[in-house]
């Protein structure tokens, strides 16, 4: 007998054969029955434990803002965050978002694109250290950045002195951590785009005689656009709520090197609970706004 014989035989033999019949509790004989269904209790307990966590951490909060914000009328709330300390911070806020995210964007790009297209020594070490911000302390990197440009203890501070260049405790020292703090962002949302898109048109673009710089603009751009967009979002979003590593280097002197952040602990030490709450309500919605544009970023990626 050949063996596709002996196998055909055996399944006809097992498909001949009913299954074993077990006896019930009252000695009658059944067959053996599926996996039972899961109970829908169990489904909407999960449900409710997990809804009661996030309203617990995120939801009540973010009310409890915005009733302390206005509990006072419209009136103290924009008074709250018109004042010249506050107008202030939202400029140093805006001014290091300024100079960190294009930074950012342009250095992100070029180095997830370096490591997409090229394999070399030392790739695995760049590839932890983009992830070394995130798995540091801010806090540590505002004392990594005083140890190294600190007019007084600063390896390079007495040098920085002499040509009368101001870094730690001004705005300079300010971009540096948050450059360093938000630069995995575009790197980690751009390069997986890269990998995915290949370089199979590129290499048809030079070809057919495009240039580096066309190709990026025509080719490589278009493809990866929504991972620079989603990327930038992020660095925006961190570097607008970065408060640990601004602390140590800003020396937090008001109407100088106070950021939102930092003015929402100077205020609410101070009791003014209606300036506290009102740039707390600010950064909230920035945080808002970035989650709805995080999600329209997702559906824009899904669909291509």
Request: aromatic share 10%.
């Amino acid at each position: 007998m050949t063996i596709d014989r002996k196998i055909r035989a055996i399944e006809e033999s097992s498909d001949s054969n009913p299954p074993p019949l077990h006896p019930d509790s009252a000695g009658r004989l059944s067959a053996p029955t599926g996996p039972r269904e899961p109970s829908p209790y169990g489904k909407w307990l999960l449900i409710a434990l997990g809804l009661s966590f996030l309203a617990l951490l995120v939801v009540f909060p973010l009310v409890n803002i915005l009733v302390q914000a206005f509990a006072s009328g419209w009136g103290a709330f924009a008074q709250g965050i018109s004042t010249t300390e506050a107008r202030h911070a939202i400029w140093m806020t805006l001014l290091i978002t300024l100079w960190v995210v294009p930074l950012n964007t342009v250095f992100g790009v070029l180095t997830a694109w370096l490591l997409a297209r090229y394999r070399f020594r030392g790739r695995l070490l760049i590839l932890g250290l983009i992830d070394l911000p995130i798995a540091i302390s801010p806090v540590v990197v505002g004392m990594l950045v005083m140890l190294t440009y600190s007019p007084t203890i600063g390896l390079l501070g007495p040098f920085f002195r002499s040509q009368g260049v101001r870094i730690v405790f001004a705005w300079p020292s300010m971009v540096l951590v948050t450059l360093f703090i938000t630069f995995p962002f575009v790197v980690r949302e751009v390069l997986p785009a890269l990998q995915e898109h290949g370089h199979d048109v590129e290499e048809a673009a030079y070809t057919l005689g495009a240039n580096p710089w066309q190709t990026f603009w025509r080719v490589t751009l278009p493809s990866i656009r929504w991972a620079v967009m989603y990327g930038v979002i992020l660095c925006t979003a961190r570097a607008i709520g970065e408060f640990g590593a601004i602390s140590v280097v800003s020396g937090r002197v008001i109407r100088q090197t106070n950021t939102l952040t930092l003015h929402v602990q100077r205020a609410y030490g101070d009791y003014d609970t209606v300036a506290a709450f009102g740039a707390s309500l600010l950064l909230s919605l920035i945080a808002v706004v970035t989650l709805v544009v995080q999600l329209g970023l997702k559906e824009k990626r899904g669909e291509k």
